[in-house]
């Protein structure tokens, strides 16, 4: 840089003194003691460039001069560009899932459908702290051709004699696949997005509605407000006692069991045997990633636990961890088993996805390709198999009275205080819905506000009346899909029957053992051949005796005719 060049640039803002004069760009005339002071700094700014441009062309201060300004615009970058990234993040997602179709697809959501989703907040450039826009999981597809895209079920065979239930195909990803396809995020929880519990230290049992010490004694009106569906909730879902589910509430389980299951935080298969009323059924075809990172639990009261003494260490059995319950809360074995079943997002506070099975049960398919098939590939959030028979709700407690599930005065209460509620028989009017009557042995979920509200919901209803849970499922269902469009992935039974296999109960195999096994016989001894007789030695020798005609009598009717007419 020279002094010419520093001429021109002071001589630049002389043109604009021009313009000024010419009309183009009006300026205020300077009085002479600004005039005087500006020309005082100018003067300074030359000398100040001067002297950097004097020393710039020597090697060691030029290269100094080149790093600072080089520090000076990374700084810039950096601190701009990252909001930039910040506003243009949502397109890249789009983009990317647009490009491969069996990535999961993540929407940036706005802030008024947040989850409990665990974000970082950043402070802005203002000084205004404030959370990132959350996502949610919204589905996918899968690439075209893909064979589970034209999958079928092909016809049932025709075997006249076996008509009862069975399973049917399923079009599952290899695990692999199933494990990739895994949501990083949550599923998206229509208006409801927290849920707290009731916890009562005085329980009033004087209410005109029933209810339970485990369960809570909530009014008609507590009841009613339970399904006005809102953003924040607070209701009765079990363990009213006490602080946390498990310690003081009945069903109680140990400490160290307790910390255990709040250590689970991904996928937790779950089931129950009360009473020693089943046998433990090991899973198979399970993958060795699934017994890594998938929690097994199988809970058992006292009775069961003696049976089982001896039999396991480090309380496990194969796959199961073995979790011991105390104070059961009911006399009804079946009641006690509802709670692990419909109040897993209670027992596993950090689990993210649930697979309850009953205790009769084996299952035989990978946890994982089952969450892939009936919960992300479906984009549901809660998934249960339907009756394979009945359809109807009124049709299904007439079944449970004729089969003595339960008290028939019972069941006839509930139906007729669902009819007054507004239950009609199931119809094809109610399409897309396909049944009224699950087939519950079988609860796949995701864990997030609106699916733990529609089991706590479910859970009340077998609390307060009969525990036969059929009976009231439907009624749970449309009460919360009328307020939030929300509903539940109904599958075939079949499909149902394809990944668990029903086994005996322990008392049906103790029959089919005390009866006597048929009797076999060992088989005779052989008969040594005897020689045939002389008639048979050479049939070609042998001379048929001519056959004797028989004699007629005397006294026969001809004759006595024939001596009549010579008399």
């Known amino acids: 840089m020279s002094g010419g060049s520093l001429g021109i640039r002071s001589g630049s803002y002389g043109s604009l003194d021009k313009q000024g004069q010419n009309g183009v760009l009006p300026i205020q005339a300077a009085s002479a003691t600004r005039t005087k002071a ?35 615009v990374f700084v810039w970058v950096v601190y701009f560009g990252e909001d930039q990234e910040n506003d243009n993040g949502s397109k890249v997602n789009d983009n990317l899932a647009l490009n491969n179709p069996l990535i999961n697809v993540v929407q940036s959501i706005r802030i008024d ?43 049932p065979p025709a075997d006249k004699k076996r008509t009862g239930p069975r399973p049917c195909p ?40 029933g209810g339970s010490d485990f369960g809570g004694y909530p009014t008609l009106k507590q009841r009613n407000d339970s399904y006005d569906i809102r953003e924040s909730m607070n209701m009765h879902c079990g363990f009213v006692k006490g602080r946390k589910p498990g310690r003081g509430t009945g069903f109680d389980i140990d400490d160290s069991d307790l910390l255990e299951m709040e250590q689970c935080n991904g996928v937790v298969v779950a089931s129950a045997i009360f009473g020693a009323f089943d046998i433990i059924q090991q899973p198979r075809n399970i993958s060795e990633y699934s017994k890594q990172t998938v929690c097994f639990y199988m809970f058992v009261d006292e009775e069961t636990e ?23 809360p009911y006399t009804d074995g079946r009641r006690n088993g509802k709670i692990p079943k419909l109040l897993l997002h209670r027992l596993f506070p950090n689990a993210r996805y649930s ?42 407690a007439e079944a449970n009275k004729a089969a003595g599930k339960y008290d028939n005065a019972s069941i006839d209460h509930q139906v007729e205080f ?32 609106i699916s733990n509200l529609f089991t706590c919901l479910w859970f009340n209803e077998v ?18 899909a009328a307020k939030t469009n929300w509903t539940v992935n109904m599958f075939l039974d079949c499909e149902r029957r394809n990944f668990v296999i029903q086994k005996y109960h322990k008392d049906v195999l103790a029959l089919l053992a005390q009866r006597a ?51």
């Open 517 to 567: 096994p048929p009797v076999i016989y060992p088989p005779p001894r052989p008969v040594p051949a005897l020689p045939p007789p002389p008639y048979m030695a050479n049939d070609s020798q042998r001379k048929v005796p001519p056959r004797r005609r028989r004699d007629r009598k005397s006294g026969s009717r001809h004759h006595r005719k024939v001596s009549k007419e010579i008399v």
């Open 306 to 328: 003696a049976d089982l003494r001896g039999k396991y260490e480090n309380k496990k059995i194969g796959v199961w961890r073995i979790v011991l319950v105390r104070d059961l």
């Open 113 to 155: 459908n947040w989850t409990s989703l665990s974000v970082s907040v950043k402070e802005t450039k203002v000084g205004v702290m404030h959370p990132p826009p959350p996502s949610y999981f919204l589905g996918y597809t899968l690439p075209p051709g893909h064979p589970c895209n034209t999958f079928t079920l092909p016809p």
């Open 355 to 396: 697979l309850w099975i009953d205790g009769k049960l084996e299952l035989v398919a990978d946890p994982y390709q089952i969450l892939e098939r009936f919960l992300w590939r479906k984009n549901a959030t809660l998934a249960i198999s339907r009756h394979y028979k009945r359809f109807d709700v009124f049709v299904e």
């Open 170 to 209: 399923v079009c599952y990803l290899p695990v692999e696949e199933a494990v990739a396809l895994m949501p990083k995020v949550p599923s998206f929880s229509p208006v409801i997005k927290i849920l707290t519990y009731i916890f009562e230290e005085n329980l009033n049992r004087e209410t005109e509605f």
């Open 418 to 449: 669902y009819k007054r509620e507004g239950l009609t028989p199931y119809s094809e009017a109610k399409h897309p819905i396909t049944s009224d009557v699950p087939e519950g042995c079988v609860i796949i979920r995701e864990h997030i506000p």
């Open 38 to 72: 500006y020309s005082k700094m100018l003067k300074e700014k030359e000398t100040l460039i001067h002297w950097i441009c004097k020393f710039a062309g020597r090697k060691k201060v030029g290269m100094l001069l080149l790093c600072v300004i080089s520090a000076a």
């Open 463 to 480: 609390d307060r009346f009969t525990s036969r849970d059929q009976i009231s499922f439907s009624t749970v269902r449309d009460k919360i």
